[in-house]
């Protein structure tokens, strides 16, 4: 048996590299096309290791295999140090001033945390920031008496997640609740020194509460009249119209963690986005799915604040969260767009 090398890895990973830069160089394929071409490419290697009966160490067997990003926990104080909210990072060695920027994403609700948004974490070679919002997840769940619980104050809680960051430049997602919450963050002066957006992903978000909740309501009484009595109504809308893949395990965890105390379209009765535009230098992607209750109606009316350049997506065969019904369409459409604005 031969002994296996730091050059022999070195040698290894060469190779490796060569076979997938052959099989990028054929047009692009998208950014999940190329992680599948180097993970090939490793593949490749692994088996010719073990054709030539080589003794591989545990620490060469972890190499050649797929590695997981790191991942960064915490807390960060809130409403004057009275309160913490959790956050995760992902790829937290790339928040760098050299690093590409990070993206931030913002979950639903009010109130329903991050989990089912995690698989944003496959968005190719940057950090990414999850936080819970006051009063659900990981973070803390003050009474209303013992906290603020409003739209204003949940931004002053974000701008406070992105300066304990220190950061420079960054990307936003919104999803659901989360663009809404996205648009009041851009929408209100910044301070000297706060970081800047370069772009915004708004999916599934609707621009007036009054009027996703029409549409919402339209569809559960077309549900009455098609179904028969006694019909489970709200097991067929959730299907339908939330998510065709039934209840994921990320729904799942984060329903089983939701918060109470400021939830649901309940928090924010008859919002509607504003006459303050995004900046024009603020590039957007708005996505919604082809069966989703927040209607095209609902996110059109985000045209008239979006002053940069702007793409409105419908994502075919999908409800309120693509990301879990087509999570490779999804991360492919999310990374094109990030790559196009730097």
């Known amino acids: 048996k031969l002994k296996v090398t730091s050059a022999w890895l070195g040698r290894a990973a060469s190779h490796a590299k060569a076979l997938s830069s052959s099989a990028m160089s054929r047009g692009h394929r998208g950014a999940r096309q190329r992680r599948r071409a180097l993970h090939g490419a490793i593949l490749v290697v692994a088996a010719v290791a073990a054709s030539s009966t080589l003794a591989l160490s545990g620490r060469l067997l972890q190499t050649l295999a797929a590695v997981p990003p790191s991942v960064r926990e915490g807390f960060v104080a809130v409403q004057g140090g009275r309160h913490r909210l959790w956050r995760r990072i992902v790829r937290p060695e790339l928040l760098s001033a050299e690093g590409p920027a990070p993206l931030v994403v913002l979950h639903g609700g009010p109130q329903v945390p991050s989990d089912y948004l995690f698989p944003m974490a496959g968005v190719e070679g ?5 936080y819970d919002q006051l009063g659900c997840g990981r973070s803390d769940t003050p009474t209303k008496e013992e906290a603020l619980y409003s739209v204003a104050s949940c ?7 992105l300066r304990d960051l220190d950061l420079s430049d960054y990307h936003l997602y919104g999803q659901s609740w989360g663009g809404v919450l996205a648009y009041e963050h851009l929408a209100r002066p910044f301070g000297e020194g706060d970081a800047r957006c370069l772009s915004l992903i708004l999916s599934s978000a609707p621009a007036s509460i009054p009027l996703v909740e029409a549409e919402a309501n339209a569809l559960v009484q077309a549900m009455v009249q098609q179904s028969e009595e006694g019909a489970d109504i ?3 809308f959730r299907r339908t119209h939330q998510c065709r893949l039934g209840w994921p395990q990320p729904l799942a965890d984060a329903y ?3 918060g109470s105390t400021w939830r649901g379209t309940s928090a924010i009765p008859g919002w509607e986005v504003g006459n303050v535009s ?3 230098g603020i590039p957007a992607l708005v996505m919604r799915g082809e069966h989703d209750f927040v209607s095209d109606k609902c996110v059109q009316l985000w045209r008239k604040v ?3 350049s702007q793409d409105i997506v419908t994502l075919p065969g999908c409800a309120h969260h693509g990301l879990l019904e087509d999570t490779d369409m999804y991360i492919e459409r999310v990374d094109a767009f990030l790559e196009a604005h730097r």
């Open 278 to 280: 995004i900046p024009a």
């Open 155 to 161: 931004v002053t809680d974000f701008r406070q997640v």
């Open 126 to 130: 940057r950090s990414v920031l999850f």
């Open 306 to 308: 979006l002053r940069g």
């Open 256 to 258: 089983a963690h939701a």
């Open 234 to 236: 709200a097991h067929l």
